[in-house]
């Protein structure tokens, strides 16, 4: 049964892994592609924050159980300055062709908030399994709405996995049926773009929405790898950007790759975006990463730490790949987490966060919502994860970024300053680190201010590269 289904998983994804790391391996590790998300002070951003929320999946209204006095307690136990907030194609398009202001609404109002403390937001359409609609319960699957949801009557089980319901007939179905694998419904991956034309129509003079991401971990049906993602994938992508660039001309668009492969570190076949906009392209790449032998219970250690970091290593090396291959696009790490009770779990946040820094990766965690993986327990008890999370980080740079090290009271930063970008260099600092004053080598401070946890600094003008260090006086 499920035992065994694990075992084989396990061995698939080790044989995998070792394969990937071992190709990994044979290289060095690759070039960052050094390019950023930017703020409208043309600042590098290094996006740090959370997917709130999964438990957006499933309420009735679409939005998280999330509260603005939650968000406060983020921004002041973390300092994050991100977040990926789930909304859902059931919500935003109800009925075909009919776009629900009162959902956008919400989806503004929560954005608000986020917005008045200084936060970007990405926008996640949302899916897992499809749809809601492919179990009686509407429990199982969320994402699609129902009367976009065609299983033909092709039947679908019950399993213990959720994962298990991907190899259904009827989800495989439904899927196919989207893509238009079946030749059945050209039509549906019309409305998805106009889903999203609706959206970015609203956001698009928001500033604080910084990036739209086109699907959550979709998934081919049986159409699986490079088949599917240089074919119905790129297609649907290309097809959604330019709906989106009919009202929104800025807001950078995210793509993902299948989840099924390189959220275990194998290699993508997403095909280029072209963005229609004037300029230079925004378009962004923003894979997900969960080790298998990870979800399959090991933790970060032994024989299971072995194979998580050739996952590591090799999904690296495959993420840096397609985000070259797609023009050499910055990178969001859209996803990652896990169970913060395994043995050895913080260790793998700290390598996690220390090679998206390499990478110049943003970082949503999966997830905000309270319990084992998330940052609070459900009476909003903190979790061993904030301690980890509230590390020093630069925020946002006025420059390109050419490495940074951070540890809880201490932050190196070397960087390329543009004299075109008059923002100071912003730096969030944890209190556990820098309780009192701060001491800043390579660059002037313009202001510490030891409520919000910001530093901002400046370096006089001048060329070549830049290396500050922040510490603190005792
Ligand atoms: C077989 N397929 C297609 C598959 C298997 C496993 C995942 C998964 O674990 N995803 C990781 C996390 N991402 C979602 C939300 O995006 C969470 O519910 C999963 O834990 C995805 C797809």
Known sequence: G???????SLVVAATLVLAGGVAAALRS????????LRDEQGRALILRGFNT???????????????????DREHADMGTNFVRFLISWRSVEPEPGVYSREYLDRVAERVGWYAERGYHVMLDMHQDLWSGAITPDGRTGNGA????????????????????????AGVIRAFDNFWNTTGEHPELVEHYAGAWRAVAERFADDPAVIAYDLMNEPYGGTLQGPVFEAGPLTSTYQRTADAIRTVDQDTWVCVAPQAMGTNWGTPSGLGKIDDAREGDPRIAYCPHIYPLPMDLGGGYEGTSRTLVDATVDSWRANAQRTADALGGVPIVLGEFGLDTTLPGALD????????AAEMGAGVSYWSRDPGPWGPYEEDGTPRNLVAALDTPYPRAVAGTPVTW????????????PDPAVGAPTEIHLPRRGFPGGVDVAGADIVDWNQQTRLLTVRTPAG???????????R
């Open 348 to 355: 793998f946040v700290d390598r996690m966060y220390a090679t």
């Open 29 to 36: 590790d690759p070039e960052p592609s050094g390019v950023y």
């Open 405 to 416: 090290t951070a540890q809880v009271d201490r932050l190196e930063l070397t960087y390329r």
């Open 53 to 71: 929320a999964s438990s957006a999946k499933s309420t009735p209204d679409g939005m998280p159980e999330f509260t603005e006095d939650q968000l």
């Open 145 to 168: 709405p129902a009367w976009a949801t065609y299983m033909d009557g092709m039947p679908v089980g019950e399993h213990e996995m959720w994962e298990q319901y991907y190899l259904d």
């Open 2 to 8: 499920v035992r065994r289904i694990r075992i084989v």
């Open 463 to 473: 060329s070549g590269d830049v290396t500050l260090t922040v510490t603190p006086i």
